[in-house]
């Protein structure tokens, strides 16, 4: 089973930026599917994006709320995807946590340990 670890979150004023990673603990077979969701207080959790890992090639999707802003990617060498993210704002403020999701699956397995991210107005 792999297991998916997040890092980079922290604390960052309006209109900053930061980049958090998510690292499996093995490499993934293609096609997968990496997430980013995030779950604000008191808010349910919502997606931020993904990107689909295929032979031919990989494809990002986001959330129209991060488009723009945010930017998906990955180092297959690492293991690991990126979530970099520019022109914070105070709504952006949440646990961000990543998942994986195997092709052909509908199922969002296995889900990182989140990382908070507080943007500061």
């Known amino acids: 089973q792999v297991q998916l670890g997040e890092s980079g979150g922290g604390l960052v004023q309006a209109g900053g930026s930061l980049t958090l990673s998510c690292t499996a603990s093995?490499?993934?077979?293609?096609?997968?599917?990496m997430g980013w969701f995030r779950q604000a207080p008191g808010k349910e959790r919502e997606f931020v994006g993904r990107?689909?890992?295929?032979?031919?090639?990989?494809?990002?999707y986001y959330a129209d709320s991060v488009k723009g802003r945010f930017t998906i990617s990955r180092d297959n060498a690492k293991n690991t995807v990126y979530l970099q993210m520019d022109r914070l704002k105070p709504e952006d403020t949440a646990v961000y946590y990543c998942?994986?999701?195997?092709?052909?699956?509908?199922?969002?397995?296995?889900w990182g340990q989140g990382t908070q991210v507080t943007v500061s107005s």
């Open positions: 998942a994986g999701r195997a092709g052909g699956s509908s199922t969002w397995d296995p």
């Open positions: 093995e490499r993934t077979v293609s096609p997968y599917t």
């Open positions: 990107i689909e890992i295929y032979v031919i090639g990989v494809y990002t």
